[in-house]
């Protein structure tokens, strides 16, 4: 299973970025799909993620409303939509598929995915 994360970059507070994720090795469309930060020093820290089928999303207290996942399970490509962005958002993004059932139990839990792309960075500059 290969994740490839793609999108990162620099940009200016209140600035936008989507990020994109393409999966392959793995029936896409079976599995829950997440978005994860880490900063330097710092535990890897959940941010979105999206049900196998996107009728489900969770998203982590410091990004909602500001943020959106989506997917694409033609193009096995999950999405994330970065709106109005902060220096507090800088780190590195990591997409990552869900080993099981994602619910309202274990979405956060990065134990619960088992394969993780490379990672994406984005800078948010004040």
């Known amino acids: 299973v290969q994740l490839q994360a793609c999108g990162g970059g620099l940009v200016q507070t209140g600035g936008s970025l989507r990020l994109s994720c393409a999966a392959s090795?793995?029936?896409?469309?079976?599995?829950?799909m997440g978005w994860f930060r880490q900063t330097p020093g710092n535990k890897r820290e959940f941010v979105a993620t999206i049900t196998w089928g996107g009728g489900s999303a969770y998203y982590a207290d410091s990004v909602k409303g500001r943020f959106t996942i989506s997917r694409d399970n033609a193009k096995n490509t999950v999405y994330l939509q970065m709106n109005n962005l902060i220096p507090e958002d800088t780190a590195v993004y990591y997409c990552a598929s869900a080993g099981g059932p994602i619910s309202s139990d274990n979405y956060y839990r990065d134990s619960n995915y088992d394969y993780w792309g490379q990672g994406t960075q984005v800078t948010v500059s004040s």
């Open positions: 090795g793995r029936t896409f469309s079976s599995f829950g």
